[in-house]
Structures are given as structure tokens and as C-alpha cells.
């Protein structure tokens, strides 16, 4: 065996070897991005399994509230919607006017002394107020693990592994600027 054949043999072999490295930490990120996906999702479901309940308890006190209370139903689908179908851009848009539906509702809330003091309404405000702020700490995570796996996958020489395979970019999970908007109090109770 010459010298020559050695060296591209234990060149082809480093090659090799860099284009594994390479593929696996793809294939990492990519999961990542599915593991922060399903982490999120475990919150979207536990919280629309307790919007339906919070809206039959604030029915029994807020009669002239259904147009409010129904906006939070009907957004309530179609975060469901969107979240079965997988679509972050649709989910990101789903949320947001759900989020604003429940700071409505809760808004209004303040109106109703004996809704306030229902201990039904209280468990089910802290609790879903808590699955709000999971949700946003685990968006926060499933953004950075889309962001890691999408500049990974335009970076040279991942980009050729990633065109080769087949690697797609991931969305970010974004909601649209009404979620980050005050409520407006004057619009609530004017």
C-alpha cells in the first residue's frame, strides 16, 4: 500500500467521520425543537381543559358577559385548531386573541365581588394565570431551540449535510403585538 492511498484513506476516514459528527448534532437540534414543541404542548392542553370550566363558573355570575365569554371559547378553538394541526404561525396568532379574550375576562372579573370570592374562580384564575407563565417560559425555550437549529442548519459546511438531508427550518413561535399591549381599561369598562 503506498503512501499516497493511506493518506486519502485516513483522510476519507476524517471526512467520514466530520460528516457524522456534523449530521448528529442536526439530528440533535432537531429533536430539541421537538422536545421544546411537546413541552409547550403539554401546557396548551392542560390549560383547554380548564378554560371551559372557568367559563361555566363565570356564567353563573356574569350574565351580561357572554359576548366576552364566548370570545373565550371561540379563541379556545382555535389555539386547539392550530395546535392539532401543527401550524406555529396560526397557534402564535390563536394565542394572542386568546390572551386578550382572558385579560378581558378577567378584567370584567373585578366587576363581580361574588365571582371574585368564589373559590371555584380563584383556583381556576391562579391556575391557568400559572399555565400562562409556563407557557411563556417554555415559548422562550422552544425560540431558542428553533433559533440554534436554524442558524445551525444555514451554516457552512452544516448546510450541505442539512441540504443533502433534507433538514427544514423550524418557526418561531411568536404572538402578535395585542398579547403585549396593555389592556385598555377605559375600552373594558367605558
Not at 29 to 41: C, E, R, Y
Not at 54 to 74: A, D, F, G, S
Not at 109 to 117: D, G
Request: aromatic share 8%; hydrophobic share 45%.
Amino acid at each position: 500500500m503506498s503512501l499516497t492511498t493511506v493518506i486519502v484513506l485516513v483522510s476519507g476516514f476524517f471526512i467520514a467521520a466530520y460528516a457524522v459528527i456534523l449530521y448528529n448534532g442536526l439530528v440533535r437540534l432537531k429533536h430539541g425543537v421537538g422536545k421544546a414543541w411537546a413541552n409547550i404542548d403539554v401546557l396548551l392542553r392542560q390549560r383547554h381543559e380548564e378554560l371551559p370550566k372557568l367559563v361555566e363558573t363565570c356564567k353563573q355570575y356574569m350574565q351580561h358577559e357572554r359576548n366576552t365569554l364566548e370570545q373565550v371559547i371561540r379563541a379556545r378553538g382555535e389555539v386547539a385548531s392550530a395546535r392539532e394541526l401543527g401550524d406555529i404561525g396560526s397557534l402564535g396568532r390563536a394565542e394572542t386573541g386568546l390572551r386578550s379574550s382572558l385579560g378581558r375576562l378577567f378584567a370584567l372579573a373585578e366587576n363581580y365581588p361574588q365571582l371574585k370570592a368564589d373559590s371555584s374562580f380563584a383556583h381556576l384564575q391562579q391556575r391557568i394565570s400559572g399555565l400562562e407563565s409556563g407557557i411563556a417560559d417554555r415559548r422562550e425555550l422552544y425560540n431558542e431551540a428553533v433559533n440554534l437549529n436554524n442558524v445551525r442548519i444555514e451554516q457552512f459546511p452544516d448546510v450541505l449535510l442539512a441540504r443533502l438531508f433534507g433538514f427544514k427550518p423550524a418557526s418561531l413561535l411568536e404572538f402578535g403585538e395585542a398579547e403585549k399591549a396593555d389592556v385598555n381599561l377605559k375600552t373594558l369598562f367605558g
